[in-house]
C-alpha cells in the first residue's frame, strides 16, 4: 500500500488531516488491531470525507483509506468536537513536545494521561 507523499509539504490543512487519518488506519491495520474506534476534530476531514466528490483532488488518499479499512473488523470513524477531545489533544501536545515517537499503544499510558481519560469517560 502506498501512502507516502512524494514531497514534504501539505498544500492544506483538510490535505494534512486527511493524511494524519490515513497513516493512523495504516498503524491500526498493519499491527492488525480490530474493534478501532478512529475519531476526529478536524472540520476540513469531515468535509472532505462527507461530501467526496467536492473534493476530487483528494481521491487517491480517501480511496487508499477506504481499502485499508476494509481490512480492519469492527472499525468506526467518529468526529468529535475539539472541546470534547481533550486527551487527543494532550496526546499530540506530549508527542510533539516531548519527542515522544513511540506509540503510547507500545507502553502504558503515563499518569496524566489515565487521570484525563478517567475524568473524560465519567463526564460522558
Known sequence: ?????????????????????????????????????????????????CEPLHHLEFTGVVQSKNQLLNGINGWSLDHALQERNEAAAAIAVSVTRDRRYQSYMAQHEPAWLHQLLSLEASSN
Not at 13 to 21: H, N
Not at 39 to 46: C, G, R, T
Open 1 to 49: 500500500m502506498h501512502s507516502r507523499r512524494s514531497y514534504s509539504f501539505m498544500r492544506s490543512k483538510a490535505e494534512a488531516d486527511l493524511w494524519a487519518m490515513l497513516w493512523a488506519v495504516e498503524c491500526m491495520h498493519n499491527t492488525h488491531q480490530v474493534n478501532v474506534i478512529f475519531e476526529a476534530s478536524s472540520e476540513q476531514l469531515h468535509n472532505v470525507l
